[in-house]
């Protein structure tokens, strides 16, 4: 019995060892990778309403130049211009009495206007410096919106020296169709000379 026990103790011993050294054997393994999204996130954009687009309006620009006369004495109008006069004299037409007037064809515009006026006193030595001469904007039924008077004291033009000047319009109703210049006021023994007439919207 003692002689068994004695050859079982160095197996003991070999076989502990060699758990031993199992034990303290370590394996390196990698962790496992999880596969993350490479797809980048959109930002939410809020929804905004669209908003048709307007057509902007034509700009007005209308001219009248009395450079020619015709052989009877009568200007050479332009198509849709109107106007009554007295007289002519050399490149102008000449407004006297209350009916004469000049105006443009229609036109549509939201934004004022400027009319430029190339033009001239004819009158005499009894002149007294009552003459009004108006420059109005109508509307589509020919009734003035706005109106700009010009007295006589602030038409410095001569027959042989016609000078430009401008006159604005507003237009603060957006209704403006038209531009007629008329006699508000008559004068004394002085009258009212149109060369050329510019209408342009601003």
């Known amino acids: 019995m003692k002689k068994r026990i004695k050859y079982l103790l160095p197996l003991l011993v070999l076989c502990g060892l060699t758990s031993c050294n199992s034990d303290t054997t370590t394996t390196s393994t990698r962790p496992s990778t999880i596969p993350t999204s490479t797809t980048p996130s ?4 809020p929804s905004t309403p669209i908003t048709p687009s307007t057509p902007s309006e034509n700009p007005v620009n209308l001219a009248l130049d009395f450079n020619e006369l015709v052989k009877d004495g009568k200007p050479n109008m332009a198509t849709d211009w109107t106007s009554d006069f007295t007289y002519t004299y050399d490149k102008a037409i000449v407004l006297k009495q209350g009916k004469d007037y000049l105006m443009t064809p229609p036109f549509k515009t939201t934004k004022g206007l400027d009319v430029k006026i190339t033009g001239f006193l004819d009158k005499g ?17 020919h009734e003035a919106v706005e109106t700009v008077d010009i007295k ?9 020296q016609p000078v430009d000047f401008t006159v604005t319009l507003k237009n603060t109703s957006k209704n403006i169709t038209q531009v007629r ?3 508000k006021t008559l004068g004394k023994a002085v009258n009212f000379g149109i060369n050329r007439l510019v209408v342009s919207s601003k």
Do not use: C, F, H, Y
């Open 42 to 45: 959109t930002p939410s954009i």
């Open 181 to 183: 210049i008329k006699i």
């Open 125 to 141: 030595s009894m002149a007294n410096g009552s003459l009004v001469v108006a420059v109005e904007g109508l509307n589509k039924d």
């Open 152 to 160: 006589e004291s602030e038409i410095k033009g001569t027959k042989e």
